[in-house]
């Protein structure tokens, strides 16, 4: 079962922002990599619900599935395109 069947078009975008956000925060020695997708839930929370129109409860329910692609997408390059370092 594809994840991004159940994804909105207009959330999609959201996906590679997560990407590169959860990326930049790695980067920094502010956060454990632990705490990274909680980081990412919450501001995909924020962002994704004004992203496509309100703060409903379709919305939020996109916001976690729009941080669940982003993640898996971060473990997916990980674990098989690096060797898992």
Do not use: C
């Amino acid at each position: 079962m594809d994840i991004l069947q159940f994804i909105l078009e207009e959330g999609l975008v959201m996906v590679p922002v997560l990407f590169v956000l959860g990326e930049i925060i790695k980067q920094t020695t502010l956060l454990d990599n632990r705490f990274i997708p909680v980081v990412l839930l919450v501001v995909s929370i924020l962002l994704t619900p004004w992203l496509l129109g309100g703060f409903v409860a379709m919305n939020i329910v996109q916001a976690i599935l729009v941080t669940g692609a982003a993640v898996l997408t971060n473990e997916f390059t990980e674990q098989y395109l690096k060797g898992g370092e």
